[in-house]
């Protein structure tokens, strides 16, 4: 039929780059997917070459190694998430605002962090024994570009406090970022700890040690509110 013929040519139009384009952009989505619900350890590359509509010569071809794939799902999406991401800082008009950013608490469900966690613990083993140096160095310009992110969340949180933030911003960020992951690694054994509340105080503390005498930031923050 006419139609028929149509589509024909549109896929004739197709040149040979555009359709691996294609199939890297259908293996990105369907690793997203299966990451999300299984977790980098448990994913395999067979259920996302199936869920992409491909073989696993192709995922292999693209992406080298699970982990590679991985590395590149998180590439992919980076741009959009940092443009949000410094959009809710800029957006934030309280120390409050900030601090639920800072914990995540109201984008992901802690068991969601967890796992999130796990998956990075993973990938950080993979490349721990892995001889790849090209995977390393794009791991580390993404946990760079994160620091860099959370410190100016950080640096925010303190300028409106009217506060002189205690160490450099990044490395504040640094050490905010190994506690959280600390204590959701604690919780995978003890689930019924408060990871907000521990957080808020250690948060809380740290920052207010800048100044001797200082009263809690929490403390600040419900007197600026009010």
């Known amino acids: 039929s006419g139609l028929c013929e149509v589509c024909r040519v549109a896929v004739a139009c197709i040149t040979p780059s555009e359709r691996r384009d294609r199939k890297r952009c259908n293996v990105l989505a369907a690793a997203l997917g299966v990451c999300r619900g299984e977790g980098l350890p448990r994913a395999t590359i067979e259920e996302i070459a199936e869920l992409a509509g491909c073989t696993r010569g192709t995922v292999y071809r693209h ?3 699970k982990e590679g794939l991985f590395v590149a799902v998180l590439e992919h999406h980076a741009d959009a998430q940092i443009h949000a991401f410094r959009a809710q800082i800029s957006a934030a008009r ?3 605002a ?4 800072l914990l995540a608490t109201e984008a992901m469900t802690v068991e969601r962090q967890i796992a999130w966690v796990l998956d990075w613990a993973a990938l950080y083993d ?3 024994t892995a001889k790849n140096d090209d995977l390393r160095r ?5 946990q760079e570009q994160l620091e860099i992110e959370y410190g100016s969340l950080v640096e925010r949180m303190c300028t409106l406090q009217g506060m002189e933030p205690p160490l450099p911003p990044r490395q504040l960020a640094v050490l ?3 506690l959280r992951e600390g204590l959701l690694l604690r919780a995978t054994v003890m689930p019924a700890a408060n ?4 957080m808020t105080n250690a948060i809380d503390a740290l920052l207010s040690s800048g100044s001797i005498g200082a009263a809690p930031v929490s403390a600040l923050s419900r007197a600026a509110n009010r």
Do not use: H
Request: hydrophobic content about 50%.
């Open 176 to 178: 905010i970022m190994a």
């Open 94 to 96: 309280s120390y409050r």
């Open 195 to 198: 990871i907000e509340r521990e």
């Open 63 to 65: 992406f080298g190694t």
């Open 126 to 128: 993979a490349l721990r």
């Open 138 to 142: 794009r791991v580390t310009a993404l």
């Open 98 to 101: 900030l601090l639920k950013l």
